[in-house]
């Protein structure tokens, strides 16, 4: 072996061992999704404990009882009977106990563990909820709780917890259940033959009926653009930054199914579809980064190669000794 080599792969270990810093931070194996659970720990923090999220809460059913109220006033006898249409899971209940009991597992989302969650009953009413239903239900205006949770094993721990919640009308004839189809359209229509639905709230675009069911995120978005005059009107939305059909949404590959990606992949598709900005200077340190080591003394030997007018590979490493 000569000294060339030697001396490269001496610098080549001590560089290595103070902490790979050329070599990516994590393989594919070694990222988990107990990794990509620990992602949600400022939102799931953030709908927990924030002011702000209770602002969020309160301002939304302030804002749909106001248009309940309004259109019970201008009711005509004869007319449609009034209703609203909502989601329940981060509408009315909170489930952030679930998704924080997850924070430090390596459990995935599944339907036996989210059953057993629905079952047990202990969902909380997000601030402001009871008050705004029973309001409604004053009123004389029905309500109908149009949710994917479904009706084959969840319809009896989630009756159970919504009744002792203090919520209304709940019952068969209003809690319509995911039966066959996670597109709420089918539920909605039922709702709207009968019924003049004043708002429909939700915390994801797939409860309002803007069919946005399965669409990726540019679609999504125009949708919801094209109906900007009903937010705040007929439509009136929930925060929910932790989960819903905006994360799948995001991976754009044709026909691709984010839920059959690695946490990795996960992880780097949430991270390359944000808009980033780096200062000059971090993108000249980042792209000197990205360089291997090998390169980068490849470059300084053929740059002083041809400063002194040298044949290429003239140079040895401890030139620089
Ligand atoms: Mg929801």
Redesign the pocket.
């Known amino acids: 072996m000569n000294k060339h080599v030697s001396l490269k792969k001496a610098v080549l270990a001590g560089v290595f061992s103070m902490g790979l810093v050329f070599l990516p931070q994590t393989s594919e194996a070694a990222y988990t999704q107990e990794d990509l659970n620990a992602e949600m720990t400022m939102a799931v923090s953030w709908m927990q404990n924030s002011a702000e999220y209770r602002e969020l809460c309160y301002q939304a059913y302030n804002t749909a009882l106001a248009q309940v109220q309004r259109a019970a006033a201008a009711h005509k006898a004869g007319a449609k009977p009034l209703a609203i249409v909502l ?5 009315v209940l909170d489930n952030s106990a679930y998704q924080a009991g997850r924070i430090g597992t390596n459990e995935d989302y599944n339907t036996k563990e989210w059953t057993k969650w629905c079952n047990a009953a202990e969902a909380l009413a997000m601030p402001g909820a009871t008050d705004y239903l029973q309001a409604v239900d004053r009123l004389g205006v029905s309500i109908f709780y149009v ?1 994917n949770r479904r009706m084959d094993t969840q319809y009896d721990g989630t009756a159970k917890n919504m009744k002792e919640l203090g919520f209304p009308q709940v019952d068969k004839a209003h809690l319509l259940l995911k039966t066959t189809t996670s597109n709420k359209q089918p539920r909605f229509d039922e709702v709207a033959a009968k019924y003049d639905v004043v708002v429909y709230m ?3 675009a797939g ?1 309002l009926p803007i069919g946005t069911y399965g669409k990726k995120q540019a679609v999504r978005n125009a949708l919801v653009d094209a109906n900007k005059a009903k937010f705040g009107v007929q439509y009136i939305v929930l925060p ?1 930054p932790v989960y819903g059909d905006w994360e799948p949404g995001l991976y754009n590959e044709l026909d691709g199914n984010y839920w059959a990606l690695t946490p990795k992949q996960k992880s780097e598709v949430r991270n390359k579809t944000m808009r980033k900005w780096l200062s000059k200077e971090a993108r000249e340190a980042k792209a000197i980064g990205h360089k291997t080591l090998i390169q980068q003394i490849d470059d300084e030997n053929a740059a002083i190669e041809k400063k002194y007018g040298l044949p290429a590979g003239a140079i040895h490493d401890d030139i620089r000794n």
């Open positions: 989601d329940a899971d981060e509408t949710t939700g915390d994801n409860d929910n």
